[in-house]
């Protein structure tokens, strides 16, 4: 269905209301809305072209750390395993990176999972144990940035 042409702009006309009757179901069966589209042609100047449907428009990939041109369509996410290693830790988890045209709603998240694997080769004052409670590891680690931009 598409409704009828909108000519308001700023303070002209500055809302639109659109009544919209759904048709009737089979009996037990509900009629459900699977996507409402602003633009569909995407001929309008818009700042933020991922409200524009009530769709997510979110692409999710692998991070091969191989630069390409940003989809302006889409918010990408990309995700990669993190597995490190130092004799206190040993860590294994995952990151993720997320941001639209490389600029706006930027986010990066990465957790750890503290697997305390060969801490034999530590001082014993540093091995984490039920005695020992002040020379504690947290078992679940994370950094967590996000930033945006005003532009």
Known sequence: MVLSKWTGWDKLH????????????YPNKKVKIRN????PSERLADANILNNSKK???????????WNYPDWKKYHINY?????WNAYDGMI?????????????????SAWYNTRLFQGNLPQEAIVSDVNKYYTNDRVNFNFLVSNSFR
């Open 80 to 84: 990669r395993p993190d597995i490190w």
């Open 36 to 39: 409402v589209i602003l633009d």
């Open 14 to 25: 500055p809302s639109y209301t659109a009544k919209v009757t759904l048709p009737e179901a």
């Open 93 to 109: 988890g995952m990151a993720f990176k997320g941001n639209y045209l490389n600029r706006k709603h930027r986010f990066e998240l």
């Open 56 to 66: 997510d428009k979110v692409q999710w990939a692998f991070d091969s750390h191989i």
